[in-house]
């Protein structure tokens, strides 16, 4: 009898499934957050459920607790104060490894149609896990909801569908019958079962506290593994709302809720020590290049999922929609001012300048107008808090004030006043213009709202210095802007060297610093930027083994 | 148009792919080295193939040669003196890189196409390879045959199928078209590009030269990648029958030839630089743990497939066929020498002895009886000939004859004169005696005809054991004898903590050290004798990436 959360949910499943293989647009999970779909009082409701938590401690029944810590700033300036368990690392490891068995039990159907019940309930939540991700991360509201909420959870199924999609091809059990010419058949029945190679770690970013987390914490969960979540120090409430919601779901399917723990963790080196616990079998990262890089030479007896910094770049060869053209890159240089992995430092344009619809364009008039575009699109303060909402971090505050050292200012970052929270950091964009010559400045990455106009010496030079960019320091994205066919089809056997995802005179409602679940593999696995995608096959075949016994039959 | 050797073999690779699916019984490549299959005069032909091979040059026509090396030692006493090409290893992998945009270019169903031709010829070769296969490994000319011949293809194809598998569900291109409300929805058209990591060597092992490098070469071939063929040594002639067929069939496709290479090296230190040179980006090893780990440790820029030593191990807790399991063992300990990564080394008994449908057995006469199934069967000496094969290496001589030191002998290893190869190797098993104590004595790999009959306290204590060797030494195989569900079903559970396959009751002609393709998974992947299996999707997933790009369409 098919598990009953199977059943419950199989269309859903199905239907994931069908998307990541065609590729085109879909989703369970609605980014509107409109009443009619989510409740008249959801928005209400989440806000109130999340200041509740303001100055509490957050109870979550973990085993090993020795106290409660409070570890969140808000970029929005607003006191948060909410105080987690710390709990022994010991504790939770061997309460995931004794929670493991049981979710073993209840096999691949089983498994899956639990995670699409847990993604159901954090849809549900979408509000709730909104306001935490806005309040600690700096996320505008819009963007806070959206990928801190359907997004990310469509990245959560996203990695539920690939691994249902490996399982299920495993047969639970085959008979095997070989002929022997003359004589009976040899006849064996065969019993295969899928097993989680342990307990899985996943490692929060700041920034982005639920899209980043959700696929490697799924990945983990269907193929069979208990789950530990180290959410960054800063953006613990959507990953302590999210674990709450998953124990709450195992337990009532009478499951052992310590499946899924969340370890807050105060010290580098105890995260250290939960990395490279012998337990720990796998490790999903995002963050910076040098824990990153630590996890990768240290963790050695985990399979370390890593998403780390790079320099993604756009190369503007010639367009013919100028003003659409610029409109599209001051809006992704805007987007939470620069603070994602996918936004763009690097804008390589020929020395010469480009052809457009509005005529030949120097170099010096592409950056000036985009500075232009860029003012133009931020001159409504409204417009500008809610897409630029607030700086994260003190570090990315330093690096905006620096800027200016490393290039020719056209644009200065200015300081923003933001309506409804007068204590948030609020910043424009800096964008400097500099000679490709120039690597120091713009050849590793500057996190934030800092971008550059780098002057190639022509076409060609731009190609291959986006290739060389890309295989040597990384990056997530990488856009061209061409009318000509034999640049975007060199463009593109380069990406296919560099390993990264092209997207093409983007000049409408699509930003190269975005990437759709089911449809767009984000990452690619293949430069420095990432050793894995979210997600194809790569990213869930190696979180599970198969175990056979066989016998003689009759 | 999809190419014309997909459209050939199409019918073949889907059988494979629902074989992995069904992991019945399949093979398009006969066991039987029949005339009627194979050809009247297949015999004679492969045979001479391999003579006029004989202290001659292996022609392979590879970029950077500097001159001619013969490397190996027959262990029947044939004299070879093959002369293989030394090549650069720098001019290889720079050609290997070189042939790989065209090996791209030919798409998921052009590359598998030419593999299953591929694999096709090499079965048209099967004597020929059984030939070179026997001659350099000291198999057994049946099983040289089987293992070398068509089992190894059927690993290949199974590999294959798997890349073929997991690639198919990548589709080329998509229309995504996300609906914007009252507006006009956002349409994209996306491309989507599979691509190799990179440079893929593949090291072999002086016993199964073509069986344990198949899966490897071809996985990495069929995701995309060059290959370079590091053989064994002593084993470089099945490898180099296998590179030249695969080049010639290039040739005839009009592909660049050295997208598959052999590496004929003859120093350690230059296979190291192989290794961890920055193009390789995958390595397939089966060999000692010494240089696999040596591998998984230095060779930092590839992923690495490794299968290395361990302890297999079989538990008798009782049984209804006492006769049948102990002629089943002693088949399992002679065959090839016990040369197999799959032989048992560790044969559990409680001290107590066990029950079975002859009578209770006390613990000595279990070893007793199984020393004299052994003797039995081996009393014919074309048998024995046929079964053992010749002693591999100098090292498994010594150990043979050393093996005295680790236990009380129950049977001592004899030499048997070979009747058509005077000079051939040939050795009994040697059983020995020892207490679950005696760690030292059988908990390390003692490769070769060397088996224990271990006293365990009890058969908690014997499953106990098993697991822990399995889990700290690793192993390929387990088996248990018992009649007791209680005992099938806890021996079950360990074997999914520690990971590993297991038989039971194997009392037919199914022993513990055979794996059937498309069936058997070979190793888990999931203990330290080996990180991956042949096959699963985890043996393929990770050797390709999907590359995007992406523009607006109406």
Known sequence: MPHPLFEKHKAVLDAAVEAIHARGFWTPFPETPSPKVYGETAHEDGKRAVEACFGADFVLDQPGQSGWVATERSPYGVELGVRYPVCSTDALIKAAQAAQPGWQKIGAEGRVGVCVEMLTRLNQRSFELAHAVMLTTGQGWMMAFQAGGPHAQDRGLEAVAYAWDEMSRVPAEAIWEKPQGKNPPLKMKKHFEIVGRGVALVVGCGTFPTWNTYPGLFAALA????????????????????????????????????????????KRTDTQALATHPAVKSIDFTGSNVFGQWLIDNARQAQVYAELAGVNNVVIESTDAYKAMLRNLAFTLSLYSGQMCTTTQAIIVPAGGIETDQGHKSFDEVATDLA???????????????????????????????????????????????????????????????????????????????????????????????????????????????????????????????????????????????????????????????????????????????????????
Request: hydrophobic share 45%.
């Open 372 to 554: 232009a575009a860029i003012d133009k699109f931020l001159s409504d303060v409204n417009v500008a808090a809610a897409v630029l909402g607030a700086i994260q971090s003190d570090a990315t505050l330093d690096r905006i004030d620096e800027a200016g050292q490393h290039g020719r200012v056209v644009l200065a970052s200015k300081k923003i006043a933001h309506p409804d929270f007068p204590q948030a950091e609020v910043r424009t964009p800096v964008l400097l213009t500099c000679d490709a010559a120039d690597e120091k400045s713009y050849m590793e990455e500057r996190f934030g709202p800092i971008a550059f106009v780098v002057k190639a010496a022509d076409a060609d030079a731009a190609l291959a210095l986006s290739e060389r960019i890309v295989s040597e320091h990384g990056a997530l994205t990488v856009g061209l802007y061409s009318t000509r066919t034999e640049v975007i089809d060199a463009m593109t056997e380069a990406t296919w060297r560099a390993g990264v995802a092209l997207s093409i005179n983007l000049t409408g409602g699509v930003f190269v610093n975005q990437s759709a679940a089911y449809s767009d593999y984000h990452g690619v696995g293949m430069n420095p930027a990432a050793n894995a995608s979210y997600a194809d096959s790569a990213f869930v075949a190696n979180r599970f083994r198969v175990v056979q016994r066989r016998y003689h039959v009759e």
């Open 223 to 266: 193929t069979g593994n208990p789950v530990i979540v180290k959410p960054h120090s800063n953006a613990v409430l959507p990953a302590a709302i999210t674990v709450r919601i998953l124990r709450e779901v195992l337990t009532e399917q009478g499951l052992d809720a310590n499946l899924v723990s969340l370890a807050v963790v105060e």
